[in-house]
């Protein structure tokens, strides 16, 4: 990883010091929590989120505690959180809901209070701010993914503590360079999903392609044909060379984007290093494509926190009409609207594979089935399209 050190300065001038460049925010999350954490512990999170994520914390082998999602952010809801007991839990980690941010004054103080670690997921949030802290900066590690705002391979873990930063470099160099810690998580999955996935609803069919991918890693096998075997999840979970080594990891996880076009290290390393220096423009231009959106979309958006500005991924509405109206945009764009999170994961995973800390369960499902997150870039095209439908269907009554 020496090769991506020049990077790192950039990466620090954008988030922080102490940062760590990884082939992708995946892999920067799960040598994050083997970290800080132990097999078995508990990790606070809402169950509104990428399946990515909970498979993340399965490969290193900790189990899910979902809380209830707050109804206005979609993030955790601190008020339930801090009357329940959540036992077995030993962190926090933040969702950032389409770049809202979660409510970290309230999170730093309850972790504060219970003796818990705060991760921060960044994934979606990059400059978003409620209470006087900007998302990345209020736990003991914050992980930021590329490709969704730099249009880049990689991605980055920032730590506020420089023994912490350096211990988890070195966990990340070694998984690159060898099967071994690669064939451990292939083995921590393949418990979770030898789980019966007929059961799992529409996350089933992913869990047993991911299964069966695995599955060959996951037993003894003995001599040549179990190094050809480990060999093949070195390759399946991404232990090649350069930026595109981590696609086989990626797709295991559970991210469903194209592959990386393949650089050479020292021209993807300046591509990056560019890139992040333009991050301020690149920011502001969301602003103010995420502002005109808010404007003139006539669809109704969740109320940020008092205390809060986001910098959205993607603008988070409210419909009844969710489904159709996707439909539609989706259809006259000839392209796809950004993720939704529907349904929600306590609804597909086994109950023995996560801890229910939930007070309100319907609460994931009404806000999982009613959000339609539109990215600013879109803005113009899926506005016109939703005053056409709306429109049509005026016309039809």
């Not at 955790?76 to 389409?98: E, F, Q």
């Not at 006087?132 to 506020?160: H, I, M, N, Q």
């Not at 001599?223 to 990626?250: I, M, N, W, Y």
């Amino acid at each position: 990883m020496t090769r991506y050190r020049d990077v790192e300065r950039d990466i620090e001038s954008a988030f922080g010091p102490h940062s760590i460049f990884v082939p992708s925010a995946r892999l920067g999350l799960i040598v994050a929590l083997e970290h800080f954490l132990s097999p078995g512990d508990g990790v606070v999170m809402t169950s509104v989120c990428c399946e990515s994520v909970v498979l993340a914390l399965y490969a290193a082998g900790l189990q899910p505690v979902f809380v209830d999602v707050d109804a206005r952010s979609g993030n955790i809801d601190c008020t339930t959180l801090s009357r329940n007991d959540n036992v077995g839990a030993r962190a926090v980690l933040t969702t950032n809901l389409y770049g809202v941010p979660d409510d970290l004054p309230a999170l730093v103080d309850i972790c504060r209070r219970r003796g818990w670690l705060l991760i921060e997921d960044c994934a979606q949030a990059i400059d978003s701010v409620v209470g006087g802290w900007r998302v990345g900066t209020a736990g003991v590690a914050a992980v930021y993914s590329f490709p969704k705002f730099l249009d880049e391979a990689g991605g980055a873990v920032v730590c506020r503590d420089a023994a912490d930063a350096g211990a988890i470099r070195r966990r990340a160099a070694g998984v690159t360079r060898g099967p071994k810690r690669l064939s451990e998580w292939a083995r921590r999955l393949q418990g979770v999903l030898g789980l019966n996935s007929q059961s799992l609803g529409g996350l089933g069919g992913r869990l047993r392609r991911m299964r069966s991918r695995i599955a060959n890693a996951a037993g003894p096998q003995p001599g040549e044909k179990r190094r050809r075997r480990l060999a093949s999840a070195g390759r399946l979970l991404g232990s090649g060379e350069g930026p595109e080594r981590d696609v086989e990891l990626t797709r295991l996880l559970g991210e469903d984007r194209p592959e990386f076009r393949r650089y050479p290290v020292g021209l993807f390393v300046r591509r990056l290093s560019q890139k992040l220096r333009e991050l301020p423009k690149l920011l502001e231009r969301m602003r103010h494509e995420n502002q005109w959106l808010i404007r003139e979309c006539p669809l109704s958006r969740p109320p940020l926190a008092g205390n809060a500005t986001a910098c959205y991924l993607a603008v988070p509405f409210w419909t009844q009409q969710r489904d159709m109206l996707r439909s539609a945009i989706e259809a006259r764009m000839g392209t796809r609207l950004y993720y939704i999170y529907d349904p929600p994961l306590a609804e597909c995973l086994p109950s023995g594979s996560y801890v229910d800390g939930r007070s309100s369960p319907t609460r994931d499902a009404h806000w999982s089935s009613h959000v339609l997150p539109i990215r600013g870039s879109q803005g113009p095209a899926c506005v016109q399209i939703l005053r056409s439908v709306s429109g049509e269907l005026s016309g039809a009554e």
